[in-house]
């Protein structure tokens, strides 16, 4: 059975970065079927997507965070990063990691079929 | 990017009846070349991650209930619960992925009535 989980600091200070991991069981991350990606969550607001990472490394991010966030994959762990640049309290949510559907022609990613609980990131000094 | 709106954003329904949640795109997310829908449904419940419902706009994931259905074409989705359980009180989402940035509908909130 896959799974995913989140792991990293839950404070972290304005300005500064913000850095989680999700480690994957009960699949290789090297899988040639997948992507891997975050999306994070405000508390109690709606579900936004950060970016997505293939196994040889290529990604797709959100314009609205491209020059903030770095995805990087660690296939030798099985894992995947998240590192976004320049903190505020705006980026204080709950950072889901997930496995990613992707077309097989165009390579853009699809939708997500097994999510991580959640990690909750907060931003304060 | 493709602005996800859903209505109504809390739905009231009695156990046993019908729930239905609307999505509409701001442009198509239907590829003519392929006549798929890119829009998928999630259901979050609290304190827990979005469980993926429905992809290709009408195609069910393994394991869901045979009570959940997608339809719809174009700019227009509908998400429907035929008869409502207990343990679908969450919040429902939509997403497209025609193009990149991924983007969700705002949720709306399900509960009983």
């Known amino acids: 059975q896959l799974q995913l989980q989140e792991s990293g600091p839950g404070l972290v200070k304005p300005s500064e970065t913000l850095s989680l991991t999700c480690t994957v069981s009960?699949?290789?991350?090297?899988?040639?079927?997948?992507?891997w990606g975050w999306i994070r969550q405000p508390p109690g607001k709606g579900l936004e997507w950060v970016g997505t990472i293939y196994y040889s490394g290529s990604t797709y991010y959100n314009p609205s965070l491209k020059s903030r966030v770095t995805i990087s994959v660690d296939t030798s762990k099985n894992q995947f990063s998240l590192k976004l640049i320049s903190v505020t309290a705006a980026d204080t949510a709950v950072y889901y990691c997930a496995r990613v559907h992707y077309g097989s022609g165009s390579y853009r990613p699809y939708y997500f079929d097994y999510w991580g609980q959640g990690a909750l990131v907060t931003v304060s000094s | 990017d493709i602005v996800m709106t859903q209505s109504p954003d809390s739905l009231a329904v009695s156990l046993g009846e019908r729930a239905t949640i609307n999505c509409k795109s701001s442009?198509?997310?239907?590829?003519?070349?392929?006549?798929?829908?890119?829009l998928a449904w999630y259901q979050q419940k609290p304190g827990q991650p979005p469980k993926l419902l429905i992809y290709?706009?009408?195609t069910r994931e393994s394991g869901v209930p045979d009570r959940f259905s997608g339809s719809g074409s174009g700019t227009d989705f509908t998400l429907t619960i035929s008869s409502l359980q207990a343990e679908d009180v969450a919040v429902y989402y939509c997403?497209?992925?025609?193009?990149?940035?991924?983007?969700f509908g705002q949720g709306t909130k399900l509960e009983i009535k």
């Open positions: 290709w706009a009408s």
């Open positions: 009960g699949d290789s991350i090297s899988s040639s079927s997948y992507y």
């Open positions: 997403q497209q992925y025609y193009g990149t940035p991924l983007t």
């Open positions: 442009q198509s997310v239907l590829y003519n070349s392929n006549n798929k829908n890119y």
